[in-house]
């Protein structure tokens, strides 16, 4: 069967202003322990054929992306190491890989019948080539749709940026597409390794997220040759959601984060065949508004923290247990705890890179995000996906908002897992009471 994307062409795109030569970024001790991961965005857009030209929106994107290189000199870059032999990016400007594509039908068609497999043809990526001076690391795909609408892929190594700063590499390209000014500006500058409590000799470290990522360097990822994993999407209503976070039976406020993670979490356990306890599970939250940054700031600021056994008789207690345990896990996230560990990975002797999402199930908030960005007046964006690659271990949860129109409270749950657990959690009575609308099929 033939394909239905067809790729046309892969070019370098550049920026319109040469960086300064001799610039370099150094990279966080957060950026190097993402080093062997990848994100992969895919943004739809609803467009009629009718009023634009096949081929039209894509050379508009591609200089409007040009231009907004000049802003991000770190992106358009290449990684070298320094003295140390740490990576660093060389800000030479030798641009970012551009694909253009196009697809048979709708986009309307593609997302009726999209799986995993189909939705990352329209998101290229390449792995790191054994010469990285020469790799880039950022992939933009421009994929128009033969009978309308549009899909904008972005891929990059997580050791440059985080899905927080995927999205406002995005947001920016789409300012400059609108022909306005950046709204937020990207900042690049180090993160903070100390607080006045640090600089304090009688200081005594929050350990718990030192723990947690000491044990995860010191354990090799479960890596299953045999297991295929596939991805499954999850629209909720805000109706839905508020459904969900009533459930739990939580006194305090909580968020609809904390309510889905406990839904997915114990659905999850029940799928892999487990009833009287819950699986390993961590919890991935983006730290900008924690450490006082800007949400500009780009880089990695995404931190992983376990979530500790729960108990409960039945699966409606289970339920509100778990939801429990992941507010108050969220709430010991604060500042000094977080400089503390960044502190400790700057100054630990840590020989390589550890895989995050390699051992627990893993749960990630982009709730504090909108990926739903404008390009153009005539493109309506109706929907997004967002990958953390390569996922191994128990799986991951990504939770986004939903798209616009749905309400503040709607989200997006997007669920990779092994294959054989995906029917039992998409027939699981905890989920389907709340009738979600699937997005993406297995």
């Known amino acids: 069967m033939a394909s239905e994307v067809s790729y046309i062409c892969k070019r370098t795109v550049v920026s319109t202003k040469a960086v300064e030569p001799g610039k370099y970024f150094p990279l966080s001790a957060l950026d190097h322990h993402m080093e062997h991961n990848h994100i992969r965005l895919v943004c739809y857009y609803q467009g009629l054929r009718e009023v634009m030209e096949l081929g039209e929106i894509t050379k508009k994107l591609r200089e409007s992306l040009s231009e907004m290189l000049t802003h991000f000199p770190m992106v358009s870059g290449r990684l070298t190491r320094d003295e140390r032999g740490k990576w660093k990016i060389k800000c030479n400007d030798a641009g970012v890989r551009v694909v253009e594509a196009k697809a048979k039908g709708s986009v309307e068609e593609w997302l009726a ?143 609809p984060f904390e309510a889905l993670a406990g839904l997915f979490w114990v659905s999850l356990s029940r799928a892999k065949g487990l009833r009287n306890e819950l699986v390993d599970m961590s919890i991935c939250l983006d730290m900008r508004k924690v450490l006082g940054l800007d949400t500009g700031f780009f880089g990695n600021c995404m931190v992983y923290n376990k979530v500790h056994e729960v108990e409960g008789e039945n699966q409606t207690l289970k339920f509100a247990e778990a939801v429990r345990a992941i507010s108050d896990v969220v709430a010991r996230m604060d500042s000094e705890g977080v400089m503390d560990l960044m502190e400790w990975l700057e100054n630990g002797d840590v020989n390589s890179p550890t895989m995050m999402n390699g051992h627990d199930l893993v749960c990630g908030s982009l709730e504090g995000v909108d990926p739903y960005f404008v390009f153009e007046d005539r493109l309506k964006p109706i929907h997004v996906s967002c990958y953390v690659e390569p996922v191994l271990g128990e799986g991951q949860v990504l939770i986004l908002p939903g798209p616009p129109g749905e309400g503040p409270l709607s989200r997006v749950v997007m669920v990779t897992l092994r294959e054989e657990e995906a029917t039992k959690l998409c027939e699981d009575e905890l989920i389907s009471q709340f009738s979600p609308t699937t997005l993406i099929k297995f």
């Open 113 to 255: 019948n999209v799986d995993r497999e189909k939705e990352l043809q329209l998101v290229h990526w390449e792995d790191m080539f054994h010469k990285p001076y020469y790799w880039s690391t950022f992939y933009v795909q421009v994929t128009e749709f033969e009978e309308g609408g549009l899909a904008i892929g972005l891929s990059c190594v997580h050791l440059l940026a985080d899905s927080t700063s995927a999205t406002s590499f995005m947001k920016a390209w789409a300012d400059i597409s609108m022909g306005n000014k950046i709204i937020t500006p990207p900042l690049f500058h180090p993160l903070p390794l100390t607080t006045q409590a640090n600089k304090n000799t009688n200081h005594h470290p929050h350990m718990g997220l030192i723990h947690h990522y000491k044990s995860l360097i010191e354990k090799k990822p479960i890596c299953l040759k045999e297991a295929k994993y596939t991805t499954i999407s999850l629209g909720f209503s805000a109706q839905m959601v508020q459904a969900c976070m009533s459930m739990a039976q939580f006194n305090g406020p909580i968020t």
